[in-house]
């Protein structure tokens, strides 16, 4: 089965696309300097081990956090119990001119920065396309 992007390729001319299921998600910046795109995500509660940053099919960034529920033993009835399970997972289409192997992460008071350097040489990817009289 194709990823999940790639079913409506309308997407394909989005800059970022964000997930459709049911997890909650993480609130994100994307700065683009001169030199690197920027990602900033709410990450609150987590750390490095609940967090999986991964780049899919090239171009498509992959942030995805689980959040802990935490263990509860105390004796009583809960009227409300909201923090610490809920997940996120976004997605977003990098441009071509992207340094793949020197992106680089970090997890600080509750806030993952992602940094992706630009290709100051980006390589252009050119193909012919023959022309026959028949297909």
């Known amino acids: 089965m194709a990823p999940s992007y790639m079913r409506d390729p309308l997407l394909h001319f989005l800059p970022f696309r964000l997930n459709t299921d049911d997890s909650t998600t993480g609130q994100v910046d994307w700065l683009e300097t001169s030199n690197a795109h920027i990602f900033k995500v709410n990450v609150p509660g987590m750390n490095k081990d609940d967090i999986k940053i991964q780049v899919e099919d090239g171009h498509v960034l992959h942030i995805k956090g689980e959040g802990k529920k935490e263990e509860d033993k105390t004796e009583g ?3 409300c119990m909201e923090r610490g399970r809920g997940g996120f997972s976004r997605q977003f289409i990098l441009p071509e001119d992207i340094k793949m192997d020197h992106i680089k992460a970090q997890v600080e008071n509750g806030v993952l920065t992602i940094i992706a350097p630009k290709d100051s040489n980006p390589k252009t990817r050119v ?4 022309i026959s009289s028949k297909l």
């Open 77 to 79: 009835m809960w009227h």
């Open 127 to 130: 193909r012919n396309i023959n």
